[in-house]
């Protein structure tokens, strides 16, 4: 049974080791603080308490800090910003505070760095002993504390390059917004010049894998499963079950550990809530934003993407061509930056498919792709899952070349392409006598591929080998529906791609039919199933 990612430490009054009373003395200097708005004491409320008490508190035997990295995920309106603002104030004027030190408040845009930037500001002038003795440079986003040379300053993701920062704290706010990983990297790397820094995330749910939240929030599961052993990272991960009753308020109260104190608004989340049993769209934000559901990307998914993953075993591609079983190719071509996808499939059993996919785009500007596409193309390319072709564009000479190297190597029945842009590619292909067909990309072609692939992934009978391309291509689809019922791929309106799971509907329709029993004759193939679909 796989252990819950959920903080129950929280709740359940265990000891906190504080050998030093470090977190004792932080939670004193936070309970001074004063509300901007209100002028009251700052309100630190049990469950924001533990996390500070877990933050300060453990230390190694010679005093150096043990928690080196903290993760935290919990939904909106439950003061997120209030507390990271808070933790901030420990390293700028507080007891945590070094000379000199530098703190860094690091978002995805200037707006969005600029929300705690402010809120820490409101926070040290509401104090009457704290307000004399720093000075606040809005034109530069930096709070300064002049006694000893400490400051906060707010920067973004969007701001250009960040080198040379020395920080003694950072707050990564709201990671999974973030469009580059550049200025972590530059962040990251500058945490390790100063003995005991410490690096905060505080973010909400975010959507799809092939992103720096998603990679770090994951890691952070792992180490509160059990899985690694790692006491530097504490995760606080306040999120639902993908499969939870999304309108059930025990839900609500579960993952909004504020709900308990009166923020977010009850009535507010029960409004969302209505609204979102009435609009897919309303619905998919809820549970993001609300609930810390990480979603994949598409607003209503073609699948459940946790039931696509189990699709993850191997494929074989050795054994497959030792053995040369059958096999359907199927391409589908891009112009200019998109994706070109070469998808081979093979059946897997009496009624199961197994599917391997090359990928194709063009080597020019890739890390402004990436930039663009948040997804990255440069890893994908240094592992090979994406091959990068010289120039602006794919340079198809390349994509054949591959096709002819794959039917070389397996048991090809048929290369389905869909004719735009692959007519000198199928011609050329056809002069060599290789079993290229058209396929195109209409209702009545696509709905019974479409539906076949459904059949399979729902059943479980589509094994992928967990390739990190073709899982972003699957989890990008939406589904049009035309008034018969009839269902197409489409990426809605975002610009991710799609083009590995469209030649993936395509070779598994054209497997499942058991087309393509070619007959070699005269160095020509030959079929009566030459012919357009």
């Known amino acids: 049974m796989t252990r819950s990612t959920y903080p129950d430490w929280i709740y359940d009054g265990s000891e906190i080791p504080d050998p030093l009373g470090f977190g004792e003395r932080a939670v004193r200097f936070l309970k001074m603080l004063r509300h901007p708005k209100s002028g009251k004491a700052f309100q630190l409320d049990p469950w924001q308490e533990r996390i500070v008490r877990r933050i300060y508190g453990p230390r190694h035997e010679d005093g150096r800090r043990i928690v080196k990295t903290v993760v935290i995920l919990v939904p909106r309106g439950n003061r997120k910003t209030s507390l990271s603002a808070a933790l901030e104030a420990l390293h700028v004027v507080g007891p945590e505070r070094e000379a000199r030190g530098e703190v860094i408040t690091a978002a995805s845009d200037r707006k969005q760095s600029r929300i705690a930037y402010e809120e820490l500001r409101g926070l040290l002038q509401a104090h009457p002993k704290i307000a ?18 400490s400051f906060c300053e707010a920067i973004s993701s969007d701001a250009g390059t960040q080198h040379g920062r020395t920080p003694v704290f950072v707050l990564a706010d709201e990671l999974h917004a973030w469009k580059k990983r550049e200025l972590w990297d530059v962040l990251r790397s500058g945490l390790v010049k100063t003995p005991g820094s410490l690096l905060v995330i505080a973010t909400t749910a975010g959507r799809g894998q092939e992103n720096i939240a998603w990679d770090i929030v994951n890691d ?15 995760p606080v991960l306040f999120e639902a079950e993908r499969d939870c009753d999304w309108q059930d308020e025990a839900v609500w109260f579960r993952v909004n550990p504020g709900l308990r104190h009166g923020y977010p608004d009850i009535e507010g989340l029960r409004q969302l ?8 769209g309303d619905r998919e934000a809820f549970r993001q934003l609300n609930l810390n559901i990480w979603l994949d990307h598409a607003t209503d998914p073609f699948v459940d993407m946790d039931v696509y993953d189990e699709g993850g075993g191997e494929v074989d591609l ?29 059946r897997d059993g009496p009624d199961g498919f197994q599917v391997h996919p090359w990928y194709f785009c063009p080597e020019d500007n890739l890390r402004r792709r990436e930039d663009e596409a948040q997804v990255p193309y440069t890893v994908w390319a240094e592992e090979g899952q994406v091959t990068a072709t010289p120039g602006g564009v794919v340079d198809f000479r390349v994509v054949e070349a591959t096709i002819r190297e794959l039917c070389a190597r397996f048991n090809v029945r048929e290369v389905a392409f869909d004719p735009h842009l692959a007519r000198n590619m199928l011609n050329n292909l056809l002069e060599d006598g290789f079993p290229a067909v058209e396929m ?12 076949e692939l459904e059949r399979a992934i729902i059943g479980k009978r589509f094994r992928h080998g967990g390739h990190p391309v073709l899982r972003w291509n699957f989890a990008n689809i939406e589904v049009r529906t035309d008034p018969s019922g009839n269902r197409t791929f489409h990426k809605g309106k975002s610009r991710d791609k799609i083009d590995g799971a469209q030649a993936a509907a395509m070779a598994v329709a054209r497997c499942a039919a058991d087309e393509g029993g070619y007959v070699l004759m005269n160095s020509d193939w030959f079929t009566d199933d030459m012919m357009v679909l």
């Open 132 to 149: 004399p003795n720093i000075r606040a440079l809005d034109y530069r986003n930096r709070i300064v504390y002049p006694k000893i040379g």
């Open 220 to 234: 952070a599961r792992r180490v509160a499963r059990g899985e690694v052993d790692d006491p530097s990272i504490l």
């Open 273 to 280: 809530a209505k609204e979102g049993s009435r609009r897919v």
């Open 318 to 346: 050795e054994d497959l061509e030792a053995r040369q079983e059958p096999c359907w190719l199927a391409v589908d071509l891009s112009s200019n930056s998109d994706l070109t996808a070469v998808v081979a499939c093979w």
């Open 440 to 451: 195109r990309q209409g209702w009545v072609t696509m709905a019974p591929a479409v539906k």
